[in-house]
């Protein structure tokens, strides 16, 4: 009996002992089930969130990619209607070319319009005309090249008899000479003056032709008339595009 109460007691003691480390482990494994349920709480969210950002992401991707699509037709669109302004301005460049030409034409029209009103010619008078005015260039061009050929035998001589033989330096004209020129012929190179016998032109006479007080080109008479005179252009000596109208002057006044 001495010995049965301290093993009852010992019995006892490890039964509180053994219910102690029950409860401890039965709150030990609530406390796991609670984290486990709290983890898999947060598992859910965080899935949740995740599905949530991958729908997302997924209408972004929708979004830029139509985005793009519309990015690339407003460049299409952009590009054509460059390539339409440069047609545009192409055309615009055509047609004003197009209306200079025309401007051109009408006021060369209205000039020759002026022209043959000022004639007093009659539309049948004109026609008639053309004939005689034909015939005069054939003249006039015959009497061109026979003047260059005389011009050319004159020179011819000059060279075989230089006028400084005899102490001459250039035919001297009258130092109150002064002309101008009536008609320009650039193809052979001569010019009518409305100066000639009258006046004091003597033939080889030089004569320097100006404008605006320029030198414009300087030129030998190779015929005399009563009122007028015919001279080439010496070689070397045009320095610019001879018009009617320039003003001619001695080259060798007979005051030097």
Known sequence: MRFRIPLIVFIVAGLAVTALNFFKITERLNNLHAQLRQETAAKQTAEAVAAAAQKQLAQVSSILKETKTELQAAQAARDEANASLMAQVRRADKLGAELASVGHDRDKAQVDLGRYQASGLTPQQAANAI????????????????????????????????????????????????????VWDPKWRFVVLDAGQDQGVLESGELLVNRDGKLVAKVKVDRVEKDRSIASVMPGWQLAEIIEGDRLVPAHPDSF
């Open 131 to 182: 004939p005689k005015i034909q015939n005069l260039e054939r003249e006039i061009a015959f009497a061109s090249a026979k003047t260059r050929a005389l011009a050319q035998e004159v020179t011819q001589l000059k060279m075989s008899f230089p006028l400084s033989d005899f102490g001459v330096n250039g035919v001297r004209l009258p130092a109150t000479l002064q002309g101008k020129v009536l």
